[in-house]
């Protein structure tokens, strides 16, 4: 073992896992993934910086190291005629955007977690 360790150590791969062992001991990490259910591009922000658009049918992962979660902000009514933006914390898990059934207006999203 001790002749391996060598070796590993020659690699800087020593110094890696170290570093790997204290994220894990410190807080980790999250993953989230972002879907997008609906048929429309949806614009969206991660913690105060503009991402761009997520595809209809389409996703995207995200991992942070620390915890406390990521802020995303969206426009709940995606017609391009209003904006109504609203900011969810996110933790680790599976969201999706999907229409909003419990309004009238067919062009209502929201996010939800799903798993």
Same mark, same amino acid.
Do not use: A, P, R
């Given at each position: 073992m001790l002749n391996n360790q060598s070796y590993l150590e020659c690699f800087g791969l020593?110094?890696?896992?170290?570093?790997q062992a204290t994220e894990t001991i410190s807080g980790g990490y999250e993953v989230f993934e972002v879907r997008n259910k609906t048929g429309y591009d949806i614009p969206y922000g991660i913690d105060g910086s503009v991402v761009g658009n997520l595809a209809p049918e389409s996703s995207r992962i995200y991992t942070i190291y620390g915890g406390g979660?990521?802020?995303?902000?969206?426009d709940v009514d995606i017609s391009t005629d209003y904006k @109504?933006?609203?900011?969810? &914390?996110?933790?680790?898990?599976?969201? %999706?955007? @999907?229409?909003?059934?419990? &309004?009238a207006y067919p062009?209502?999203? %929201?996010l939800y977690f799903v798993g």
């Open positions: 020593i110094e890696e896992l170290d570093e979660g990521l802020t995303i902000e969206f @109504q933006l609203k900011k969810c &914390t996110l933790t680790n898990g599976v969201y %999706e955007f @999907q229409y909003n059934l419990s &309004t062009y209502d999203i %929201e």
